[in-house]
T-cell receptor, first 116, second 111 residues
């Protein structure tokens, strides 16, 4: 069964350091999403890609976060510098990307980030 | 303000009992998604409800959607311990179908 892959699964870093997360969506999925989920809350969308283009990054803290999907397949989310408040689960999801949108999003296992 | 309200936020129940989780939302959306999340794990898609009056069932879970009332329900029949998890509802909004997430309902089913 096809799955969304993410790495690393866990990351511990010190504040002011740089961190990067990688996501490989389900093959053939054009739409890719990065979410942040704080413990006890629902996910918060950070950025949405359609192929290699950013569709929505209105909630991405652009002073420290960046995301790219250069070839329209896998994607990287970077934080530089990391702050204590960035500790959270970072989830990647993908969907087929039907015209008109609204198809089911499938989530990867997530990266648990702890900033010390 | 766009809101998704789930009720209850926490539910502890005995095995074998029935219960319903409610999801009220403020967007004008023609569909809604339900997801399950186990502690420390990612989100698993349960149901996508695509139209007013849609009903989907999988095992002991049944979801329904009333787009006019902006209400979805997730009904649990004869609960078993394996259904213990946090359940999220999420209607999409806007041209990008961005999901708006509720806070989740944490369900604990005791043997």
């Amino acid at each position: 069964e096809a799955e969304v892959a993410q790495s690393p699964r866990y990351k511990i870093t010190e504040k002011s350091q740089a961190v990067a997360f990688w996501c490989d969506p389900i093959s053939g999925h054009a739409t890719l999403y990065w979410y942040r989920q704080i413990l006890g809350q629902g996910p918060e969308l950070l950025v949405q890609f359609q192929d290699e283009s950013v569709v929505d990054d209105s909630q991405l803290p652009k002073d420290r976060f960046s995301a790219e999907r250069l070839k329209g397949v896998d994607s990287t989310l970077k934080i530089q510098p990391a702050e204590l408040g960035d500790s959270a689960m970072y989830l990647c999801a993908s969907s087929f990307g039907l015209a008109g949108g609204g198809d089911t999003q499938y989530f990867g296992p997530g990266t648990r980030l702890t900033v010390l | 303000e766009l809101k998704v309200e789930q009720n209850p936020l926490f539910l502890s129940m005995q095995e074998g009992k029935n219960y319903t989780i409610y999801c009220n939302y403020s967007t004008t959306s023609d569909r809604l998604y339900w997801y399950r999340q186990d502690p420390g794990k990612s989100l698993e898609s349960l149901f996508v409800l695509l139209s007013n009056g849609a009903v989907k069932q999988e095992g002991r879970l049944m979801a329904s959607l009333d787009t006019k009332a902006r209400l979805s329900t997730l009904h649990i029949t004869a609960a078993v311990h394996d259904l213990s998890a946090t359940y999220f509802c999420a209607p999409p909004m806007g041209s990008n179908y961005q999901l708006i997430w509720g806070a989740g309902t944490k369900l604990i089913i005791k043997p």
